[in-house]
């Protein structure tokens, strides 16, 4: 009897749990319809949405490139520490210099900039060539946009590249018609060679402005100088007080030697015949050379105009010391003068040499076929970003489930 009740015990425990659990066989088919409902909707329903309506609706987009790249006149390659590891080394194997990394670099960012979205717009008329009414929603820029959202949408239809190594610009320009991409593209270069031509003329006026400044400032102190010159001239009421030191000094040397000779006749014919009538004319002679010779040494001692009776103004050697001064000072400033000279004429060289201009030697063409928009490349990321979203959603539901 006692085992008749354990045994219906059992079997109305084990009845309802048999009940309540599903058969194996049936949750697998459950997991299935919501792997393939998962997958539909994550992978290949966005792979067909997006494959319409780049085949149905997606305007064609044509691609004209051109390549160019800057030079000047006379630009040195770097060559010193190519192997050094450095910067400069690196410059020097590529063969560029700093300064046409920087101009590059700089019209790059131009071809970029808002500048070439209002010269386009000015020339052709920017809204016009990318609002057309055959192009789609998503490609074509929008109505009543403001010119940072048209210099947004411009960045992604201009793609400029410089290889470092080579110093050569690629752009490549997009728009919906061939002959809209080419006529883009050659009112991009030729904005761009306008850039660089104002660059380069604002350059060469900076250093030959530099170098007439210079000369300039030399001419005004050197004319100071002469100035100087001329009114200690005037004042000293001499042309030139070194000659005219010269001068004294050889008709003093002169007046002695002369001096020296009267002495010796005197002295002559004083012992010969001390009552000669000779004697009297040569003391007169000698005693007037004397005074001349006491004058000119009074007038280089103690000035200019000195008499015996009087002496008066700067002396000799003062006039000669603040003569010399000036004149040293205008020598000076006349040897800066022809060096201010010299610099601005090398500055006006150096600018012409350092000329910058632009080489394009691949110019614009007429596309013949659209490479844009990627269809297949889209699909394909479309399909594998899905995929990948499906298996990392499926991957976190089992292992949600199996530890619950």
Known sequence: MSQRVIQLRKDTVEEPDLLARPLPAVRRKRGMKGHL???????????????????????????????????RAAEPVLAAGANSGSPSGALAASGLTASQIWDSQTIVQFIRSRDVVDAVEAELGFERLYRRDEVDWWSRLGSGRSIERKTEYWRGMVEPFFDTMTGVISVSVRAFTPEDALAVANAVLRSAEKTVNELSTRAQKDAIAFGE?????????????????????????????????????????????????????????????????????????????????????????????????????????????????????????????????????????????????????????????????????????????????????????????DHL
């Open 37 to 71: 409902l998962a997958f539909l909707l994550l992978a290949l329903v966005p792979t067909v949405a997006a494959g319409v309506y780049l085949y149905g609706f997606a305007a064609d987009q044509y691609v004209s490139e051109f390549r160019f790249n800057l030079r």
């Open 213 to 401: 400044e210079e000369v300039g400032k030399a001419d005004r102190r050197l004319v100071e100088a002469r100035v100087a010159v001329r009114d200690f001239r005037d004042k000293a009421e001499m042309v030139d007080p070194g000659r005219s030191v010269d001068v004294d000094i050889n008709l003093q040397a002169h007046q002695r030697e002369r001096l020296a000779t009267l002495q010796a006749q005197y002295n002559s014919i004083s012992k010969s015949a001390p009552n000669a009538p000779q004697l009297r004319h040569l003391g007169v002679e000698i005693a007037a050379i004397e005074g001349i010779i006491r004058d000119q040494q009074a007038g280089m001692t103690q000035g200019r105009k000195a008499t015996s009776e009087k002496s008066g103004g700067p002396t000799i050697t003062a006039l000669m010391g603040g003569y010399e001064a000036l004149k040293l000072e205008e020598a000076f400033r006349e040897k800066l003068y022809l060096f201010a000279l010299q610099f601005a004429e090398q500055s006006r060289i150096e600018a012409m040499r350092q000329k910058l201009y632009l080489n394009a030697f691949v110019k614009p063409k007429l596309a013949e076929e659209a490479l844009y928009p990627r269809r297949l490349r889209i699909i394909a990321i479309v399909f594998f970003v899905g995929l990948v979203a499906w298996g990392l959603g499926s991957l976190a539901y089992y292992s949600i489930r």
